[in-house]
């Protein structure tokens, strides 16, 4: 799908298998070509043919990729990321933070028990350039990409602003309403949609589990994030008040039924974004 003249969004869909049932997601990658070509994100393992297949249709070869930026590390960010490199011979950019998970996924695999966590990331792959707040990649005289430092999801969390297109691309920075709450820390990833709401003239949100968003829908979004945060954060509270002794899957189990999510949503990395709000349970009012 082509966003700009320049800004091309690449849809893959995938499943995610848990122990209660499957879960059928997408996750978005990027494409923005100047006189060099950079790809944003790689998807989940065997996404390098959707992406491929896309890049042939507008005219491009594989081994146009100069550069692969990772928003951060989790599987369906970094799956392919080792075939799309050995293709394309990119060099690939990250945060600093992120940078231990993504050369060595068996230690991801080991901290962060994602469901299936082989079937979706092929391998570790070596980053090649450290990204941090506040750095602009120039892709030509016409397009360059500034680095926005966006932790909370993941420590080491990047969004990508755009600024001659008014385009920002946020990863899974901005959490959609009723979709899956991950994230490590909330009160961080609430300063983070703060930040990025507070950037002005964004004409177009791109990020990694919705479809792009245009117009006055992109501050909304961002509302509407920080008010499903606030939301999780209460029914954490209430539910854990109500059974403060339950185990972690239970406890995710009965928040997410008081949200009106899905019981087969469960699963260990929510579990663990629930028990990041009883850090702060103290805090009912996270504004």
């Given at each position: ?80 990321a080792k075939s799309i490199k050995a293709k394309s011979g ?105 930040k990025l709401k507070s950037i002005p003239k964004i004409e ?84």
């Open positions: 799908m082509q966003i700009r003249k320049q800004i091309h969004a690449i849809k893959i869909p995938f499943q995610v298998k848990t122990e209660l049932g499957v879960l059928d997601r997408f996750v978005y990658s990027y494409l923005i070509h100047g006189e060099n070509v950079c790809l944003i994100d790689s998807g989940v393992v065997s996404s390098e043919g959707v992406i491929f297949d896309y890049m042939e249709k507008i005219g491009l070869k594989p081994e146009d990729i100069s550069l692969m930026i990772l928003t951060h590390s989790h599987p369906d960010h970094i799956g392919s990119c060099k690939i950019a990250a945060h600093s933070g992120e940078i231990p998970w993504i050369e060595d996924v068996e230690l991801q695999a080991k901290e962060r028990p994602v469901p299936n966590f082989h079937l979706l990331v092929e391998g570790s792959v070596d980053v090649d350039k450290i990204l941090e707040d506040g750095d602009v990649l120039d892709l030509d005289e016409n397009i360059s990409l500034k680095i926005i430092h966006t932790p909370g999801h993941s420590k080491g969390s990047i969004s990508i602003l755009i600024e001659e297109e008014g385009v920002i691309i946020t990863g899974d920075v901005i959490p959609l309403k009723g979709d899956l709450p991950i994230y490590e820390d909330i009160e961080t990833s609430i300063n983070s949609i703060k177009t949100l791109l990020a990694s589990w919705d479809d792009p968003q245009e117009g006055d829908n992109v501050y909304i979004i961002m509302d509407d994030a920080l008010d499903y945060l606030q939301n999780i954060h209460e029914s954490v509270i209430k539910i854990n008040k109500m059974n403060p002794s339950l185990e972690p899957m239970e406890f995710c189990k009965m928040v997410l039924k008081d949200l009106g999510m899905p019981e087969v949503a469960a699963n260990p990395i929510v579990a663990q974004s629930f028990q990041a709000n009883l850090n702060v349970r103290e805090d009912q009012d996270l504004f």
